[in-house]
């Protein structure tokens, strides 16, 4: 399938200049500020700029409109995500638009649309994902934690890990076995909790970034009602596989990996060797151009994905896969690079520097925590959303018929 | 050159990773890396290497040490890498030591008693905001002042010059055009501010700057004005050598530790070490491992004999163990999975410290075009 390139897309211009001038007006200045120095933000901040980009409908842009979308072609979402980028906008959620929302919109009933659906697009509520446990890694069908039904709800026991911001959701879509003597794909269901209930405890577990992203989230008891599964009670792994498709398409955040190979730009000016700008060196501008005609692909790769989507309702499951697979290896070769410039001021980590109100002094770049930290938290890029050895595994079965 | 013989290398490989694994395992790493309102490293510790004669393994007889040569140095040094140790041996025992037994006079050597005897610490401090890893890039100046001198210019991040007693500083002697020198500066010296700040791994140093720092004539190493830029070179090629050192015990033990995790960790049934394309990895994670350390050791032997193409083979080294080093380190939070990225585990602060030992004195690139530059010279 050939698709036209983003960038020659005069007929988005409009579109393009709309965006632009949104986040002029209304990015909150603390926001713009704390992105321009990768600072951490809060959830409070962080929602008040989803609120405002939902008063537009744009977290769902690429949301069918039958589904309370805006339609948006993958031209037009791909556009999106660039000018966010370029005006220093905080990356878009994936946990509700990209992943919650199109299992609830394609599998749920209305009264879970209902219930569900509006916070999503307005951008009101955070979603985290319950998918990871302990046993149930690569494996994520070895998964434990238990369902049992008690009248109208089950009862919840066993624990999830490497939940990314549980400790800011309001609500997590979760994986729970329902069966335990069908086989282990066939005794799974998908199901909605409330982050209040009762019996849940989230513990941070602090990363080798030595920020907080992370979290164990655990289970004693918990009450949930049975109007809170997803379709039908042990399919959930069918409706797994279908959002894990979308999760790996969402796992490629152009615009932010784009924001990045401006920022190793940016990085190359500010350093000298012998007194000469790295920005001068033909090797590391073979090394941008090389970043730069990977940037191209992925986004290619992308369109194709987007488009694959509102074709058949779900991007391909190999071609997820292979996105996932190079545009995780891009961003983290791009990451890599910022490194190979820091290295030549110390490689000092003041991860201090990315927290808000802080007034100490910067050695190197003032850029240089926040390119450490995204150098070291994608690092998980290629474990996140299945790694890419389980992404290989897929494309050599599914594709290849291996 | 005078060095142990192959037992005593092998009797000191073994005490060495006897009394670490003993006493300096992971958990001990924490409380010292994490204490609050600490150095960095433990002081205790310090004393400890010294007593056990580690810290003068490679200084003369005379002054306390072992007299051993690259390769004595070089064992002790895997050894910081297989524990990733924290306390400062490449400032003090490496880079400093090299410094002063290379350039100092007879007066100044004496500072090497007091290394070997764990007393004195100290920091190399050359390399400039705007030199990158250009290591003939000095606009410090040292302009005369008195019988002494007075230090004006930065000094980029050097890990451990925030706890030195003195910093090892390069200087042009009277102008910006002048002859390159190596002055001893106490820290505390009036005029010395330092800006502390953690490494990527965790180990606090500081950038500097020097505003007209008053130091006396002895303060220079050496007692004339020659040029020390050939010198530095050696200097920087030990300090290179030395963290390919490092680096090579560090994957050694990332290489273990992952197969050992990869054995036990059960996924789809089995352990993920029954995957092919996972023992294929870890293959190429020990041979990785394997590369790095024979061409390490032909580069410290290469020292040792003062062969001529010794510095060829040094920055050879680093070119294949800053690759080498930037795999295993990558893998072994790769294959460690979710568990790989957290800051309780081992693994990432391995991976992290081979980060620092691929890029100090300059990557696998930059030794690339510097061989590359000499092909063409010749």
């Not at chain 1, 238990?146 to 490497?162: E, F, M, P, S």
């Not at chain 2, 002790?76 to 100092?104: D, H, Q, W």
């Amino acid at each position: 399938m050939f698709i036209r390139t983003v960038e020659h897309d005069t007929s988005l211009d409009k579109f393009r200049a709309e965006v632009r001038d949104f986040c002029e007006r209304e990015l909150p200045p603390v926001i713009r500020e704390k992105q321009k120095r990768g600072q951490h933000l809060e959830k409070h901040e962080y929602i008040s700029w989803l609120q405002r980009l939902g008063s537009r409908g744009w977290n769902t842009g690429k949301w069918p409109k039958e589904k309370g979308g805006l339609g948006w072609e993958p031209a037009q979402f791909l556009a999106f995500q660039e000018e966010l980028g370029r005006a220093g906008a905080p990356p878009l959620m994936s946990f509700g638009p990209t992943m919650a929302g199109p299992v609830i919109y394609t599998f749920g009933n209305e009264d879970q649309k209902r219930q569900h659906l509006p916070g999503i697009i307005k951008g009101d509520l955070w979603w985290c994902q319950g998918y990871s446990e302990p046993g149930a890694g690569s494996d994520l069908a070895a998964l434990k934690t238990r369902a049992d039904r008690d009248g109208d709800d089950y009862i919840v026991n066993g624990q999830k890990i490497w939940t990314s911001t549980a400790h800011w959701a309001d609500w997590m879509f979760a994986l729970v076995r329902t069966d335990q003597k069908a086989k282990k794909q066939e005794g799974i269901s998908f199901i909605l909790l409330d982050m209040k209930t009762p019996g849940i405890t989230v513990r941070p577990i602090i990363g080798i970034t030595l920020g907080h992203h992370l979290n164990e989230v655990f289970f004693d008891n918990v009450r949930v009602p049975i109007a809170n599964r997803i379709g039908e009670e042990n399919k959930g792994w069918t409706y797994a596989k279908f959002l894990l498709a979308n999760e790996r398409v969402g796992n490629v955040d152009v615009a932010k990996v784009e924001g990045n190979i401006e920022q190793i730009r940016q990085l190359m000016a500010e350093t000298r060797e012998a007194g000469k700008p790295l920005s001068d060196d033909p090797t590391f501008n073979r090394r941008l151009a090389e970043l730069e005609v990977g940037l191209a692909t992925v986004k290619a790769l992308m369109a194709d994905q987007l488009a694959a989507a509102r074709l058949s309702g779900a991007p391909s499951l190999m071609g997820a896969a292979a996105l996932k697979l190079r545009g995780t290896e891009l961003q983290q070769g791009i990451l890599q690079t910022g490194l190979d410039v820091l290295g030549r001021h110390g490689m000092v980590y003041q991860s201090d520097a990315l927290n808000a109100g802080w007034n100490g002094e910067m050695i190197g770049p003032e850029s240089s925590a926040d390119v450490i930290y995204e150098h070291l938290y994608r690092r998980a890029a290629t474990i996140y959303g299945g790694s890419s050895e389980v992404q290989k595994n897929i494309i050599a079965k599914g594709a290849l018929g291996l | 050159m005078p060095s142990l013989s192959s037992e005593e290398r092998q009797q000191l490989h073994d005490s060495l990773l006897e009394l670490l694994g003993d006493k300096y395992a992971f958990e001990h790493w924490k409380k010292i890396a994490r204490a609050p309102g600490g150095e960095g490293f433990g002081r205790a510790e310090w004393q400890e290497f010294a007593d056990m004669g580690w810290l003068g393994i490679a200084l003369p007889e005379e002054a306390g040490g072992s007299a051993g040569g690259m390769t004595e140095l070089g064992i002790v040094m895997a050894a910081v890498g297989r524990f990733i140790l924290l306390e400062p041996f490449l400032g003090t025992v490496v880079l400093c030591a090299a410094a002063i037994e290379k350039a100092g006079t007879e007066r100044q050597r004496r500072m090497l008693s007091d290394i070997a005897a764990g007393k004195l610490l100290l920091a190399f401090c050359h390399a400039e905001p705007g030199g990158g890893y250009a290591r003939e890039w000095v606009k410090t100046v040292a302009t005369r002042d008195g019988a002494g001198y007075s230090l004006t210019g930065e000094k980029g991040f050097a890990i451990g010059a925030h706890a030195a007693d003195q910093l090892i500083v390069s200087a042009r002697i009277g102008s910006e055009a002048g002859p390159v020198g190596l002055f001893v500066v106490p820290r505390a010296a009036a005029g010395v501010s330092l800006i502390q700040a953690p490494a990527l791994d965790g180990r606090p140093g500081a950038a500097m700057t020097l505003a007209g720092v008053k130091v006396g004539a002895d303060a220079k190493l050496g007692g004339s004005d020659m040029d020390m830029l050939a010198v530095i070179d050696e200097i920087i090629d030990r300090g290179v050598v030395m963290a390919c050192c490092e680096a090579v015990g560090a994957m050694a033990t990332v290489t273990d530790q992952t197969v050992e995790y990869l054995k036990t960790r059960q996924q789809f049934g089995q352990p993920l070490s029954k995957f092919q394309v996972l023992q294929h990895r870890l293959v190429d994670m020990s041979v990785s491992t394997e590369e790095a350390r024979a061409i390490v050791h032909a580069a410290l032997q290469a020292l040792d004999d003062k062969a001529k193409d010794a510095q060829r083979l040094v920055w050879m080294a680093k070119v294949k163990t800053a690759q080498c080093a930037r795999f295993v380190g990558g893998q072994g939070i790769q294959l460690h999975g979710g568990m790989g990225m957290t800051d309780e585990l081992s693994i990432g602060h391995y991976y992290k410290r081979l980060t620092m030992c691929e890029t100090l004195f300059g990557d696998a690139e930059w030794y690339l075009r510097q061989l590359a530059q000499r092909r063409e010279a010749a």
